[in-house]
């Protein structure tokens, strides 16, 4: 079977006395485009920092391509082929382009024994990586606190799907970018798509989600309220799901 | 290739800015060198080798724990303890010494011991207490245990080869200037060649995104503290050997030196951006304002005033002027390239 990439079950987190995610169920199809929407508080970026080993769930398991992730740990999580782009990119400023885009998995040599880090190695790897994305940056040995906002997400972009990513997460991709980026962006998944990758991307406009996704999943305080194919549905049914919480067709598609 | 006005106006633009970039940017060793060059006019004592040496041995212990300080303030941190880590360690080495361990023993043991003082700090850091607070109890409880191993007194050292460390010499050059010298080399390598240290500056730099990158935080905290520790346990041994003295009272508002000569070289308070080039300047900075006022003759006292305006002054210079000149150089980069 070719079909899921992704299965989360019955997936738990509370903080505290706050209970984020009941008991989720969450398939991604290989190659798939999965719209997560839902009002603040929902969830949504909870579920996600689970599947991205950045949070811990109590309880539920995580199956990829069947098989049981054991990766407790966002490092582990990459090593699995999950990406994540986080909402403000997750770059340190100080650092450079490079070194961001390497941050955790750098590229090392050996001097006399000793491991240090590969610098020219990284910049040029680095350099390749947004000629192969198309994406443009300066100059890859420049802090990231010196690029524009979209330049920034460019960076967060090149080191989620430069290296073998399976599933790239979106959170908020598109919001605080003008219309190029966003396009960009639009692009971007199209191609992770063709490639056969699959995507997640949590967002509040649901125009994005129509534009690029395959399937929308619905989540209001912690829960899945509802899920439908992009071809099967509207606008003012999900805008509807989302506010209310239930599902008008009564039944959660399987 | 002929040269039209046009071109050869952006290019004497270009290189003013490139000084202008220039000077901010390494303000800490122009002073330096300023200074140097205008001590050496002033006095005729200042630029003789002895003088010379002696200087670089008073900067030694805080070379060597600012190099500690360096990584601590890397990753947004800070240790008020090291000075009174010197004076435990202090103590520790006179009664060691005087018991008849052997000093080749007695001082890796030291240095071990303010290593895990140091992790502890980094241990109860991790727990979610602010640094400033930890490392604030550290420098009174340390002490505290410095006066009661020691009861207070002092004790003398007799230990020629723990003497050696103070007040031998190599090559001409005193021993506690070359062991700093070591320790900043080896500094600057683990700051600038490591993953450590690009992970301690990327924790100092935004922890949330260190955190989701999958970075050992924690791990990397309990590491710079136990590093500081370590060498804060190294100055204190070099210190003590120098005074052939085991002292509680030693360091002594040595922490404060150690932040002010960090901070001076450059090294952000709030993490991130670190220089051990830097703090090895505002280290030697401060020991020369202090040598040359002494020299003139001028009251001692002064020499903790003018030291507060350098740091005011540097302080200013890395964040405010720092931050609007390098992005003015860098508007002009992009410029150029597009």
Redesign the interface.
């Known amino acids: 079977m070719s079909g899921n990439l992704i299965e989360m079950r019955g997936i738990s987190k509370a903080f505290g006395a706050v209970t984020a995610l009941r008991d989720i169920d969450l398939t991604v199809p290989k190659a798939g485009v999965v719209g997560l929407v839902g009002d603040n508080a929902a969830g949504k970026s909870t579920l996600m920092?689970v599947l991205?080993?950045?949070i811990q769930a109590d309880r539920g398991e995580i199956l990829i391509d069947g098989a049981p992730a054991t990766y407790t740990?966002?490092?582990?999580a990459?090593e699995a082929g999950i990406e994540?782009i986080?909402q403000?990119?997750?770059?340190?400023?100080?650092?450079t382009v490079a070194?961001n885009i390497f941050?955790?998995r750098?590229l090392?040599r050996r001097v006399g024994g000793v491991?240090?880090?590969d610098r020219r190695a990284m910049n040029a790897r680095a350099r390749e990586l947004f000629a192969a994305l198309g994406l443009r940056v300066?100059s890859v040995t420049?802090p990231v606190q010196?690029l524009s906002g979209g330049q920034q997400q460019a960076v967060a972009i090149a080191r989620a799907t430069g290296f073998e990513a399976r599933l790239v997460i979106m959170d908020e991709p598109t919001a605080n970018l003008g219309a190029p980026a966003i396009a960009k962006v639009r692009e971007t998944i199209g191609r992770l798509k063709g490639s056969g990758v699959s995507v997640v991307i949590i967002s509040h406009r649901l125009e994005d989600i129509f534009e690029v996704g395959d399937s929308i999943v619905v989540m209001k305080q912690g829960r899945v309220v509802g899920e439908r194919d992009v071809a099967d549905t509207e606008d003012a049914e999900i805008v509807e799901m989302i506010v209310t919480g239930r599902d008008p067709r009564g039944v959660r598609a399987a | 290739m002929s040269e039209t006005a046009a071109t050869r106006s952006g290019f004497d633009i270009r290189m003013q800015r490139q000084i202008v970039v220039a000077l901010v940017r390494y303000g800490m060793f122009i002073a330096l060198a300023i200074w140097l060059v205008a001590m050496s006019v002033a006095s005729e004592y200042f630029l003789t080798t002895t003088n010379l040496l002696n200087v670089l041995r008073q900067a030694a212990p805080l070379i060597i724990i600012g190099v500690g300080m360096t990584f601590v303030m890397a990753t947004a941190g800070i240790d008020l303890s090291v000075g009174s880590i010197v004076a435990l360690i202090s103590v520790l080495a006179g009664s060691w010494l005087a018991l008849g361990v052997p000093p080749l023993l007695v001082i890796p043991l030291l240095i071990v011991v303010g290593g895990l003082l140091g992790a502890f700090n980094g241990w109860v850091v991790t727990l979610g207490v602010p640094a400033f607070v930890v490392t604030l109890a550290g420098l009174t409880s340390y002490r505290g245990l410095a006066f009661v191993y020691s009861d207070g007194y002092a004790t003398p050292i007799r230990d020629p080869v723990f003497a050696w460390i103070g007040r031998g010499d190599l090559f001409g050059i005193n021993a506690p200037f070359l062991i700093a010298v070591v320790v900043a080399v080896l500094g600057w390598f683990l700051l600038n060649r490591t993953r450590f240290g690009l992970h301690a500056l990327a924790t100092g730099g935004r922890e949330e995104a260190a955190r989701v990158m999958g970075l050992a935080i924690n791990r990397i905290k309990i590491m710079v503290y136990a590093l500081t520790g370590a060498l804060a346990a190294l100055g204190g041994v070099v210190i003590s050997a120098r005074l052939s003295n085991g002292s509680p009272n030693a360091g002594v508002m040595l922490e404060l030196e150690v932040i002010a000569a960090t901070v001076l070289g450059g090294t952000s308070l709030f993490g991130g951006r670190a220089t051990i080039a830097g703090t090895v300047a505002g280290a030697l900075l401060i020991n020369f304002v202090r040598n040359g006022l002494n020299l003139l003759g001028v009251n001692p006292y002064w020499v903790q005033v003018v030291t507060g305006i350098i740091l005011v002054v540097a302080v200013l210079m890395n964040t405010v002027l720092n931050r609007k000149v390098e992005s003015w150089a860098r508007a002009s980069t992009e410029e150029e390239r597009t």
């Open positions: 920092k991205a080993g950045a740990h966002p490092i582990g990459r994540m986080y403000d990119f997750a770059l340190v400023p100080d650092l070194q941050l955790g750098e090392m491991r240090v880090l300066p420049l010196a």
